[in-house]
C-alpha cells in the first residue's frame, strides 16, 4: 500500500482495500491533486485494447486511438505505452488536465462536492492505489506493465442487440451489407459513417495480436486483473488460448475475466465451463468472473438483444454457477429506454440468484426478535435460503451502466410517467431488498449496487421536466424511426413486446410527423 496513504486519510479495511466510502474518496481527491490537478493512476495501471483494429485507451471515457504498427514492431509493450499516451501521462505528472479526459473534469467542475469523477474511482482501486507513491516519481516517458487489461480481440458476435453496431458485433456488419445503414431524422447515419472501423477477422493475419501474444506472457504476472470483451470472446480462437496458457502458466494472484452474452452454442458454452472450472480447481487464477449482460426479461430482453433466447440465457447461467466453485457471476444491465418495463422483473430475478448462490458467514442475525448467536457453529445457515455455508462469498452481482449512445436509446428520452410508473418503483426495490442489520451483505443489493441505479434515476427525475427540449424532440422523431426499421430488418413487433411503451411510440410518431 502507498505510504501517503496515512498523510491523506486514507484508511484500508482488513484485507489492506481501501473501502469506497466518503471519506475514503475525499482522501483520494486529496491525494490525487496533491500530486498534481489532472492526475490519474489509470493512465498508467490500466488499459483497454480493440486488437481486432488496432485502437487502445486507459479507461472508457477517452476515445481509443490508434496504435501504431511501427512502435509495436520495435515495442510490443506500446499496446499500452504508445506515443500518444505517454504525452497524456506526461501533461498529468505536470499538473495540466488532458483534453481527452473531460468527462472527469466535467463531473468534478460543476460545483457538487458530493459527487466524484471517475478519476476517484479508477484510482482508488487496489491494484491503482498501491503503485501511486511509484508512479509519481516517473516522468511519463517510461514503459509500464498494466495492473488492469481489458483486451478485445475482435468483433465476432452471434447476437446484433439494438443499441450495438458494427464497431462490436459482426452481425451488424452483415445485417448492415444487407439493408445498408439506418437513416435517421437530422442526417443521423445510425450505425455508418466515419466511426466505423474495419475489423480483422478471425483467420487473417494481425499485427496487433502477434504483439498481444509477445507481450502477454510476462504482462500477466504483473496484472491484477485480466478481462477479455468482444464481440462475442467464447466465438473467438484467442479467449480459448488465453485459458490454455494460464493452465499451462498459472498466475495464482490473476483475477481472470470473460464477457459473454451466455447464448453461444452449446458446445462452446460446455467447454468455457469445463475450463473454467480447471483453472479454479488447479488453482491457476484466484478468482473467475463471468460478466454477462441482460437488461430485461423475456420477450423484451429477446427483442433488445436481438439473437438472444431468454430461458437459454437464464439455464445457461445456472449451469455456470451449478459446474463450478468460487466463481462470480456479474449482470452488465445497460440501462436503456427499453429497459423500463421490465427491469424491476429483471432485478428480481437477480435477487432470486442472490439468494440461490450468495452464501452468508455471519455470527449473528436476528429472528423473531431473538438474537442468536451462531459463532460456535462450523456453519452457519443462511437467514433467507436456509442454505449450510461455511464462509461469505459473493457469487452474483449486478452492475448498472447507462446507455447514452444511441441518444435515441437514452432513458431521458422517456416522459415523466413512464419513469415514476416503472423506474421509481426499481429502485425502491433495490432500497427494500437491500442490507439491514444482522444480514451480511452479500444476499441483498449492495450499496455501490443500488447507488448505480440512484444515479440514474436521479437523473431522468430531474431531465423529464424538461421533455420539451429540442434535444428530446428530435430523438423521440429517431426512436420512432429505428422501431420502424429494425421491426422490419429483424421481423419483429414493438407494440406486442412493449405494450407498456405503445402511447410512448404514438408520442413518438407525433414528433415525428410533426417535423
Not at 466505423?196 to 504476472?221: L, M
Not at 477479455?228 to 498466475?251: D, R, Y
Request: aromatic content about 12%; charged content about 30%.
Amino acid at each position: 500500500m502507498a505510504k501517503t496513504l496515512d498523510d491523506v486519510g486514507l484508511y484500508p479495511d482488513e484485507q489492506g482495500r481501501l473501502p469506497v466510502n466518503e471519506k475514503n474518496k475525499r482522501s483520494m481527491k486529496k491525494l490525487l491533486n496533491r500530486t498534481g490537478p489532472g492526475f490519474c493512476l489509470a493512465k498508467w495501471t490500466q488499459v483497454t485494447m480493440h486488437l481486432g483494429v488496432g485502437l487502445t485507451h486507459s479507461c472508457h471515457h477517452p476515445s481509443p486511438h490508434k496504435i501504431p504498427e511501427e512502435e509495436i514492431a520495435q515495442n510490443p509493450g506500446a499496446l499500452h505505452n504508445t506515443s500518444f499516451k505517454k504525452a497524456q501521462r506526461k501533461a498529468m505528472l505536470n499538473g495540466h488536465r488532458p483534453k481527452e479526459c473531460d468527462y472527469c473534469w466535467r463531473v468534478e467542475d460543476n460545483g457538487d462536492n458530493t459527487t466524484f469523477s471517475d478519476r476517484v474511482y479508477k484510482s482508488i482501486d487496489t491494484f491503482s492505489i498501491n503503485d501511486h507513491d511509484d508512479i509519481a516519481k516517473l516522468n511519463g516517458d517510461e514503459n509500464v506493465y498494466p495492473r488492469y487489461v481489458e483486451v478485445s480481440f475482435s468483433n465476432v458476435c452471434n447476437f446484433k442487440c439494438a443499441y450495438c453496431g458494427p464497431n462490436f458485433s459482426s452481425k451488424w456488419v452483415e445485417d448492415i451489407k444487407q439493408n445498408g445503414v439506418i437513416k435517421l431524422a437530422g442526417d443521423m447515419l445510425f450505425n455508418g459513417g466515419d466511426d466505423v472501423q474495419q475489423h480483422k477477422r478471425n483467420n487473417e493475419d494481425n499485427p496487433y495480436t502477434d504483439a498481444f501474444w509477445e507481450w502477454f506472457p510476462k504482462a500477466k504476472d504483473n496484472m491484477h486483473t485480466f478481462r477479455i470483451t468482444g464481440g462475442e470472446p467464447l466465438m473467438s480462437k484467442h479467449t480459448f488460448k488465453v485459458i490454455e496458457h494460464l493452465l499451462a502458466n498459472p498466475n495464482p494472484d490473476l483475477e481472470f475475466a470473460i464477457n459473454s452474452n451466455a447464448g453461444v452454442p452449446d458446445k462452446l458454452w460446455l467447454r468455457f465451463t469445463a475450463l473454467v472450472k480447471e483453472l479454479i480447481d488447479k488453482k491457476c487464477i484466484k478468482k473467475f468472473i463471468l460478466f454477462t449482460s441482460a437488461e430485461a426479461v423475456g420477450d423484451q430482453c429477446d427483442y433488445i438483444r436481438d439473437g438472444m433466447d431468454w430461458n437459454k440465457f437464464t439455464h445457461n447461467v445456472k449451469y455456470f454457477l451449478d459446474n463450478t466453485k468460487d466463481t462470480r457471476v456479474t449482470f452488465m444491465s445497460a440501462f436503456n429506454l427499453l429497459s423500463a418495463p421490465s427491469f424491476k422483473k429483471f432485478l428480481e430475478y437477480v435477487f432470486s440468484l442472490k439468494q440461490e448462490y450468495n452464501s452468508c458467514n455471519i455470527q449473528h442475525w436476528i429472528k423473531d426478535d431473538t438474537l442468536i448467536d451462531l459463532g460456535k457453529f462450523e456453519t452457519v445457515t443462511n437467514p433467507q435460503s436456509e442454505r449450510p455455508t461455511k464462509k461469505s462469498y459473493e457469487r452474483v452481482g449486478i452492475d448498472i451502466p447507462y446507455v447514452r449512445q444511441p441518444e435515441f436509446l437514452d432513458a431521458r428520452r422517456l416522459t415523466k410517467d413512464i419513469v415514476e410508473d416503472y423506474l421509481v418503483p426499481c429502485l425502491d426495490y433495490m432500497i427494500s431488498h437491500s442490507v439491514f442489520p444482522g444480514w451480511n451483505d452479500n444476499i441483498a443489493f449492495t450499496a455501490n449496487e443500488i447507488d448505480k441505479l440512484k444515479r440514474i434515476v436521479f437523473d431522468l427525475m430531474i431531465h423529464v421536466r424538461y421533455n420539451d427540449s429540442p434535444e428530446n424532440k428530435l430523438n423521440r422523431k429517431r426512436f420512432y424511426q429505428f422501431v420502424e426499421n429494425y421491426d422490419k430488418r429483424r421481423n419483429k413487433n414493438f407494440v406486442a413486446t412493449f405494450p407498456e411503451l405503445k402511447g410512448f411510440l404514438e408520442f413518438c410518431k407525433k414528433e415525428s410527423e410533426n417535423d
